[in-house]
């Protein structure tokens, strides 16, 4: 078992408590004292480096990667690298050599023990992190959402590209069970065609100046963050095509907190057989009589997949028109970070086998463009708008 170092069992849980990311590595040693040395590793582990050591570093993503079959933590980049980086690498067992500052990440190339390295910093700056990442010639993994515009995808994709290096998202959902059900579903028609979705990922954000609410760090509010989901999984839903037009108004019922970004974003995405997604995602809390801040549901023509609890990092559940969903091989289900060490181990295995990867640049890049035609449809009072390829 990895050590306890989340901050909460859930997402949501989590996006309340954005502001805990230093708590959360001031309990890092204790729980490492608790915990036992971590046993010798097969060097055919591949070496992840994580780049950003906030909330999800510390909470999921570090303790993902002590219980990952093929990768494993060894490095990492931070705005505090004598300290904070110090105390990552004695917590987590990796030499201080390999704590690098953000400016020197290209000099990862010449530390062979990364094979790796995991974008996890504000969203605006995944774009120079992952172009530095591909120039020191290492595989990528960037966060959600991928960047803050089409463009900035554009410059990831080819940055990796040109390196000769595979470029992945951190779409953990892709990796759940439940997840990987509804896709096999969509993917045979097993319902047959889309009739109809919704979804909500809503969470509350009452922190005036969290990089969240600056648009030149977020690149937006929770449609970035939290609708990103929403908007993933209806793809995912529809069988990975891409919905054709979207509406949407933006919403502030806070503006001393929310003076840069939306704190609410409703929006309808309009897929080429005439299926529609609704969809709300919010900083202030969930949608009033609206069935859940974290929920998705999808009908077909002839049977439907519901999710009470479908965005979580754990506790997902699911209920088909078959009856509920259970995955009772997944032993580990319950732990809030089972899909970050399935999607890791994924990664790692399409690295060391040479295999593409099944949540690419490309994939990142499609939900950004949907949030693009998002913004242009709210900026332009809710009017109908295609969603660009
Ligand atoms: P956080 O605020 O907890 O951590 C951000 C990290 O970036 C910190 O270590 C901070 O020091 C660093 N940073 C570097 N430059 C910064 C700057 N100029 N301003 C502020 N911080 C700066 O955030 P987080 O929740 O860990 O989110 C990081 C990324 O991970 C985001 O892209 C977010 O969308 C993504 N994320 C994904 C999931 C998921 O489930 N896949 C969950 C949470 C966050």
Known sequence: MPPALA????RRQFVGQLAAGAAALALAPAAARAATAPPPLPSKKLGIALVGLGGYSIGQLAPALQRTQHCRLTGAATRDPGNKGRQMAQVF?????????YDKIAAMKDNPDIDIIYVVTPNSLHRQDV???ASAGKHVITEKPMGVSVADCDTMIKACRDAGVQLGL?????FDPYFQEMMRIARWKEFGALKAMSGEFSGNINAPGAWRTQKALSGGGPIMDLGVYVIHASVLAAGGESPVSVTAKATVKRPQIYADVEEIMEFTLEFANGAKCDGFTSYGGSKPGGGGANRFRADYERGFLNFPEAFNYNGTSATTSRGPLSFPNVADSSDNTYQQARQLDDFAHCVRDNVPTSVPGEMGRQDMCIIEAIYASAKNNGARTPVKA
């Not at 951190?170 to 892709?174: A, D, E, F, I, L």
């Open 7 to 10: 901050p909460s069992s859930s």
């Open 93 to 101: 067992g990796f030499p201080e050599k390999n704590v690098y500052a």
């Open 131 to 133: 172009v530095a990442a």
């Open 170 to 174: 951190g779409y953990r959902n892709n």
